[in-house]
């Protein structure tokens, strides 16, 4: 029997993982575009092959940028069928943002009363890089400070509270995102941040409840302006354009 002649291959070096993570990051970014810009629309599946042909990229690094959106609810894995496009229908949106605000509302009058220094602090400093973000029009940092803060609020309303709240977040990842792209939108979700601080920096917990409750109330607001199966927004915006994929090798 013959050797086979074929060598082994070799592991990966430091450097290899290095640069395959920096370019999956890179893939994330651009598949994020695509998904907010509707160029990949809800419900669609994501072909590994077609889309590294399409970036121009190997299949690993948009693997693990797929694998990533999934993490951050943009995109869903069904069992041996492949990773979708996240898809929620207009009307669960709207549900969702109601129950959100129930919540929301409960954690921020419950952190009014129980708020320590550090705490107000913490979401101080969240609320300052929201403002950088917004200053700078950079809607993925302002977004992950957004969460950082929303997920600050929801600690003070209990273990159960928050988790119902996660889950009810990831299904609206993608309305959320899209409703902050706009400047004006970041400034005006902000300013409601802003409002449930006071509140709770002043220990008014119906006044942080109304606030918390508000906020949410503004962010559903935003979602039908950008949401074009909502007939208010047939009238005030148009459809985003599809954006074709640039290559990234």
């Known amino acids: 029997m013959e050797d086979d002649p074929t060598p082994p291959a070799s592991p990966p070096t430091a450097l290899d993982i290095v640069r395959t993570r920096s370019l999956a990051s890179l893939v994330s970014q651009e598949l994020e575009a695509m998904i907010l810009s509707g160029a990949l629309p809800a419900g669609e599946r994501l072909n590994e092959q077609q889309l590294a042909l399409r970036l121009g990229v190997s299949r690993g690094p948009v693997r693990e940028a797929v694998r990533g959106l999934e993490r951050s609810g943009l995109v869903v894995s069904v069992r041996n069928q492949g990773s979708y496009v996240r898809s929620v229908s207009a009307a669960e949106a709207l549900e969702i943002y109601d129950l959100r605000a129930a919540l ?16 107000l602090e913490a979401l101080g400093a969240l609320l300052r890089r929201m403002e950088a973000a917004w200053e700078a029009d950079a809607a993925t940092e302002y977004y992950a400070a957004n969460l950082d803060f929303h997920a600050a609020l929801l600690q003070g309303g209990g273990p159960r509270g928050q988790r119902l709240y996660e889950d009810l977040g990831n299904e609206l990842h993608l309305f959320r995102r899209r409703a902050l792209v706009e400047p004006e939108n970041m400034r005006e979700s902000n300013a409601e941040h802003a409002a449930i601080l006071a509140a709770i920096a002043a220990g008014d917990a119906l006044a942080a409840r109304a606030a918390g409750e508000a906020h949410i109330a503004g962010g559903k607001r935003r979602f039908q302006a950008t949401d074009a199966s909502q007939p208010s927004a047939r009238q005030q915006a148009l459809p985003a354009p599809r954006r074709r994929a640039r290559r990234l090798a």
């Not at 419950?110 to 705490?119: C, D, H, K, S, Y």
């Open 104 to 119: 929301t509302g409960l954690a921020c009058a419950r952190l009014a009363g129980t708020a320590t220094p550090a705490q």
